[in-house]
Structures are given as C-alpha cells and as structure tokens.
T-cell receptor
C-alpha cells in the first residue's frame, strides 16, 4: 500500500524558514518524480514544486521560486521542501504527491499524503 | 501562471448528469492534452479521477468522464450519487515543467 506521510509543519515568523518532510512507502521511491502542492484551508489547490525521480531536476511555481527548494534522499525514501523568506501568503496545508510516471514526470498525481500545516504569522 | 477558471459551485439531483468546466489559456489547457481532475472530500486528500484529459485510473467509476475543446476542459459526472458531493479540481500542464490548478468547484448533490 502506497503511503505518504508529511511532517514539519509549524508556526514561523514572516521572513523565517521551515523544512517540510515526506516519508514514502509502498512503492519504489527512486522510480518516481514527486510534487509538492499546497492548499489554503477552504480554498483551491496550488502546485508548488516538482523533483524528478533521480533528483537531477526541479521546478517551482513563480510564487515560490527563489525562496523554496525541493530535495530528496533515496536512502531514507524521503522528500523535502525547504521554505525560506516565508510570507503570510505561504500559510497553507502542504501535500506531497507521487507522480504516476515511471522515471519520467507524467504530471498526474496518483497518491497524496494527508498534508502538514505551515502557518506564517508574527 | 494564472489559474484556469472553474465555476465556484454546481449542483444536481441524484441520477442526473453535471459538467464542470475548466477554462484555461493557450499556455496551458489549450496547448497540452495533459489535464487531470481531482476529487476532494472535506478534510481529505485529493484523489485522481481523470488524467490525460479523458483517461480514468483503475478503480475510478466510469460515471466520471473528461473531455477538452480548445482552451476548455470539462469533467462530466453521470448518474449523480450522494457520495459524489465533493470539491473537484482541474490541473493542467503549463509548460517548462510547471503545472497549474483551477480554483476548484464545489459539487452539491441535492
């Protein structure tokens, strides 16, 4: 059974940093690209970032480019999102999601975690 | 990276069919057959129900179908059931390894 478990959500001050983690199980983590998607409670989804299966390439939404950085550790079956220079508008539930394509990002996200809440407030 | 436009809400009675639109631009929906749809019940994670505009993942009911015309993608749910009441989100590839979600649509089954 595929499982994705996020953690690391917390309260941070504007300008501060948070590091989110996502531990994957039930599939061959090394074969799949991974996404981060966020959602302000009660609002729509916003795609945040992609990292390829081998970690060689990453991409970001304009809203977070230059401030967020995605990485992965295959030895720990883990995905990370380093969030710097945080703003109030970064407050959201952050989901990690598995891409469906094997060794190539297909774009559709076939498994999702339950999310971790990051709050940016002074 | 502007979000495709979805109606804020739609409603239908059990057994009826409804369609949710996802209006994008020539930079996303209009340029790629890479539109997916997600169902999200309150307090739950999204679930993939349509990908590549028209394809259904294994286990998803054939009451869900997708289509696209020009810059607008659509999700149709036939034979509405009470458990279909949820939020529905479209997502399109937007080029340069980026994706964009629509604003989401709340479906109410009357």
């Amino acid at each position: 059974e595929v499982q994705l478990v996020e953690s690391g959500g917390d309260v941070a001050q504007p300008g501060g940093s948070l590091r989110l983690s996502c531990v994957a199980s039930g599939f061959k983590f090394d074969d799949y690209a991974m996404h981060w998607v966020r959602q302000v409670p009660g609002k729509g989804l916003e795609w945040v970032s992609l990292i390829t299966w081998d970690g060689s390439f990453s991409s970001y939404a304009d809203s977070v480019k230059g401030r967020f950085s995605v990485s992965r550790d295959s030895s720990k079956n883990s995905l990370y999102l380093q969030m710097n220079s945080l703003r109030a508008e970064d407050t959201a539930l952050y989901y990690c999601a598995k891409d469906s394509g094997v060794k190539a990002a297909a774009g559709e996200m076939d498994y999702w975690g339950q999310g971790t809440l990051a709050t940016v407030s002074s | 990276q502007s979000a495709p436009t979805q109606p804020a809400s739609v409603s239908g009675s059990p057994g009826q069919s409804i369609t949710i639109s996802c209006s994008g631009t020539s930079s996303d929906v209009g340029s790629y057959n890479l539109v997916s749809w997600y169902q999200q019940h309150p307090g739950k994670a999204p679930k993939l129900i349509i990908y590549d505009v028209t394809k259904r993942p294994s286990g998803v009911s054939n009451r869900f179908s997708g289509s696209k015309s020009g810059k607008t993608a659509s999700l149709t749910i036939s034979g509405l059931q009470p458990e279909d009441e949820a939020n529905y989100h479209c997502c399109s590839y937007a080029g340069s390894s980026t994706w964009v979600f629509g604003g989401g649509t709340q479906l109410t089954v009357l």
